[in-house]
């Protein structure tokens, strides 16, 4: 098959939600049409649950299952479909902004009693940032839930989208009798309990026809027309350029645990759905069809088997194609590197892969080299952008408890720093190191791993900072900025690329610095122009 034909092929994806209203199960009933897997439960659930947070097992478990479902593909109607996990505790949700980098599309879940929740905001809003094309399930239909029009008012609202519905449902919870598909123009009727099959999809175009009473009853009948309607006069007609721009979201309703709607779903994504996308590197703008191949790191999994520390690099794969044992340049090192065994992930296995097209993600094994937001090229020095570094929430100081291996520690979170589980300040006045993490699991994983991976030990101790901040001085040279650094300077550090950073102790302190040195530019992420 032609080059062009196999970019044409792949959509590459992720689906966020908050935790519980559905991912997991979406995706496997996803891979379920793909024929990916044959039952139902083959997908790990991998939230981390709050009680576990002291089970240092339960950790490691974790982390294997999301190497497992870090990347999980298969075909359905010609399409090669790669779904990107994207965790949805708080806690790891820079590992999810990291993945956001690496998807072409989303599909964002909804709990239709809950609503929309506070995880599901920020995801979308990175996804709002980018102009990432999204469609959103409402998903739980089979179940007591909020009125369609106020869930659909509240996603307008709280998640700044423009929404249009292509299915609608017919009742909801006891009296949930179906759904009208507005795409297909079709009625989908609800049975219950997974027995769902497509014979029980009626096309219906002719809304007007005495059939529609037959089929649901009057009652629903008369409240469908009526919903129908108001769809038509409130929402905008679907417009593919509008949704493949950002600009509008395509709504569908369903309930994964019954498998109902999402059928319905996957058709209308498999045909609207994105092929790879062009991608902005800091030098151009670098198209899939391009021939050279380039591609980025945007995820690194420690290896899961303790007498293999190597690592699994996660590398999108934006234009050209990704060959077995060719040289590829490590822009960062200005090195070149072949990979003998590089790995693709089909269902939830991986395999060695000769080729890998834009859109594919291919796992590298790594000694080292690697770390997140590192480009690989035919020679090209080119560097992908958009992967910052959000500010921290929580501070401590780390130890070194064993100082006859002081080696292996600094060795262990340099390592683990470059795979993004948190971010390292060191101190400018004493050169102290200060760990900075999104949430406070991260510690745990660190100090265990440390321990099993590196052999090393570290205690924690607290740092009273509330944020930090990236520093951009606009002017270097300026009294302002000499004062700055001699007032504050128990609170500046340098983070790994070397950058300035302000840990403020407070909220207050903070507004006082920006009072004060109005041209000391403070940022909450690492990346600014
Ligand atoms: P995740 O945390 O977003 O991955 O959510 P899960 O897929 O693990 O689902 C959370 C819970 O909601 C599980 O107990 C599921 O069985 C349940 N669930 C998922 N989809 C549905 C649905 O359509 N209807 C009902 N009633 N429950 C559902």
Same mark, same amino acid.
């Given at each position: 098959?032609?080059?062009?034909?196999?970019?044409?092929?792949?959509?590459?994806?992720?689906?966020?939600?908050?935790?519980?209203?559905?991912?997991?199960?979406?995706?496997?009933?996803?891979?379920?049409?793909?024929?990916?897997?044959?039952?139902?439960?083959?997908?790990?659930?991998?939230?981390?649950?709050?009680? @576990?947070? /002291?089970?240092?097992?339960?950790?490691?478990? %974790?982390?294997?299952?999301?190497?497992?479902?870090?990347?999980?593909?298969?075909?359905?109607?010609?399409?090669?479909?790669?779904?990107?996990?994207?965790?949805?505790?708080?806690?790891?949700?820079?590992? *999810?902004?990291?993945?956001?980098?690496?998807?072409?599309?989303?599909?964002?879940?909804?709990?239709?009693?809950?609503?929309?929740?506070?995880?599901?905001?920020?995801?979308?809003?990175?996804?709002?940032?980018?102009?990432?094309?999204?469609?959103?399930?409402?998903?739980?239909?089979?179940? =007591?839930?909020?009125?369609?029009?106020?869930?659909?008012?509240?996603?307008?609202?709280?998640?700044?989208? *423009?929404?249009?519905?292509?299915?609608?449902?017919?009742?909801?919870?006891?009296?949930?009798?179906?759904?009208?598909?507005?795409?297909?123009?079709?009625?989908?009727?609800?049975? &219950?309990?997974?027995? $769902?099959?497509?014979?029980?999809?009626?096309?219906?175009?002719?809304?007007?026809?005495?059939?529609?009473?037959k089929i649901i009853g009057e009652k629903a009948?008369?409240?469908?027309?009526?919903?129908?309607?108001?769809?038509?006069?409130?929402?905008?007609?679907?417009?593919?350029?509008?949704?493949?721009?950002?600009?509008? %979201?395509?709504?569908?309703?369903?309930?994964?645990?019954?498998?109902?709607?999402?059928?319905?779903?996957?058709?209308?994504?498999?045909?609207?759905?994105?092929?790879?996308?062009?991608?902005?590197?800091?030098?151009?703008?670098?198209? @899939?069809?391009?021939? =050279?191949?380039?591609?980025?790191?945007? $995820?690194?999994?420690?290896?899961?088997?303790?007498?293999?520390?190597?690592?699994? @690099?996660?590398?999108?794969?934006?234009?050209?194609?990704?060959?077995?044992?060719?040289?590829?340049?490590?822009?960062?090192?200005?090195?070149?590197?072949?990979?003998?065994?590089p790995n693709a992930f089909f269902a939830e296995?991986?395999?060695?892969?000769?080729?890998?097209?834009?859109?594919?993600?291919?796992?590298?094994?790594?000694?080292?080299?690697?770390?997140?937001?590192?480009?690989?090229?035919?020679?090209?020095?080119?560097?992908?952008? &958009?992967?910052?570094?959000? /500010?921290?929430?929580?501070?401590?100081?780390?130890?070194?408890?064993?100082?006859?291996?002081?080696?292996?520690?600094?060795?262990?979170?340099?390592?683990?720093?470059?795979?993004?589980?948190?971010?390292?300040? *060191?101190?400018?006045?004493?050169?102290?190191?200060?760990?900075?993490?999104?949430?406070?699991?991260?510690?745990?994983?660190? %100090?265990?791993?440390?321990?099993? =991976?590196?052999? @090393?030990?570290? *205690?924690?101790?607290?740092?009273?900072?509330?944020?930090?901040?990236?520093?951009?001085? %606009?002017?270097?040279?300026?009294?302002?900025?000499?004062?700055?650094?001699?007032?504050?300077?128990?609170?500046?550090?340098?983070?790994?690329?070397?950058?300035?950073?302000?840990?403020?102790?407070?909220?207050?302190?903070?507004?006082?610095?920006?009072?004060?040195?109005?041209?000391?530019?403070?940022?909450?992420? /690492?990346?600014?122009?």
């Open positions: 098959m032609s080059f062009l034909k196999e970019i044409e092929k792949r959509r590459t994806f992720g689906i966020i939600s908050h935790p519980d209203a559905g991912k997991t199960t979406l995706t496997e009933k996803l891979l379920l049409f793909g024929g990916a897997i044959q039952e139902a439960g083959a997908v790990k659930n991998n939230k981390i649950k709050k009680a @576990a947070t /002291s089970d240092f097992m339960e950790i490691e478990r %974790q982390r294997g299952i999301s190497v497992a479902t870090s990347v999980l593909a298969f075909l359905y109607r010609d399409k090669k479909i790669n779904i990107l996990d994207t965790p949805g505790h708080k806690d790891f949700a820079e590992d *999810t902004f990291r993945t956001l980098t690496a998807v072409d599309s989303v599909i964002v879940v909804i709990d239709v009693a809950k609503g929309v929740e506070e995880q599901t905001e920020k995801l979308v809003e990175v996804c709002r940032m980018r102009n990432i094309p999204m469609i959103v399930f409402i998903n739980k239909l089979d179940r =007591e839930g909020r009125d369609a029009f106020d869930l659909l008012d509240e996603v307008e609202q709280k998640l700044g989208l *423009t929404v249009t519905p292509l299915s609608f449902p017919i009742g909801m919870g006891y009296d949930f009798k179906g759904i009208y598909n507005l795409w297909e123009k079709n009625i989908n009727l609800f049975k &219950g309990e997974s027995k $769902k099959k497509i014979e029980d999809t009626i096309a219906f175009d002719d809304l007007e026809s005495e059939e529609l009473e009948a008369d409240t469908l027309r009526e919903n129908l309607e108001l769809v038509h006069g409130v929402y905008p007609e679907f417009d593919k350029e509008a949704y493949l721009a950002g600009q509008q %979201q395509p709504v569908f309703f369903g309930s994964a645990l019954n498998n109902f709607g999402v059928r319905e779903m996957l058709d209308c994504f498999v045909d609207i759905a994105p092929s790879p996308r062009p991608k902005k590197a800091e030098e151009r703008v670098v198209t @899939a069809k391009e021939k =050279e191949m380039t591609g980025f790191v945007f $995820k690194i999994h420690a290896n899961m088997d303790p007498k293999h520390r190597d690592r699994l @690099a996660f590398v999108k794969i934006v234009s050209g194609t990704f060959e077995r044992n060719k040289p590829y340049l490590h822009v960062r090192h200005n090195k070149n590197l072949k990979f003998s065994s296995k991986k395999e060695i892969v000769d080729i890998s097209y834009p859109g594919d993600i291919v796992g590298l094994h790594d000694t080292g080299n690697f770390k997140i937001g590192d480009t690989l090229t035919e020679g090209e020095v080119l560097h992908y952008k &958009g992967i910052p570094s959000f /500010s921290p929430e929580h501070f401590r100081y780390i130890n070194n408890a064993d100082p006859m291996r002081s080696k292996q520690l600094n060795k262990g979170i340099d390592q683990l720093m470059d795979e993004g589980v948190a971010q390292l300040f *060191t101190l400018n006045l004493n050169g102290r190191k200060v760990i900075g993490t999104v949430g406070a699991l991260q510690y745990e994983v660190i %100090q265990y791993r440390l321990e099993h =991976e590196y052999g @090393a030990k570290c *205690t924690y101790e607290n740092f009273p900072a509330y944020k930090a901040c990236w520093v951009d001085p %606009q002017d270097p040279g300026n009294e302002e900025f000499s004062e700055f650094q001699r007032v504050k300077q128990k609170f500046l550090a340098t983070d790994k690329r070397g950058q300035l950073v302000f840990l403020a102790d407070s909220q207050f302190s903070l507004q006082m610095v920006q009072q004060k040195y109005p041209t000391v530019k403070l940022h909450f992420t /690492s990346e600014f122009d």
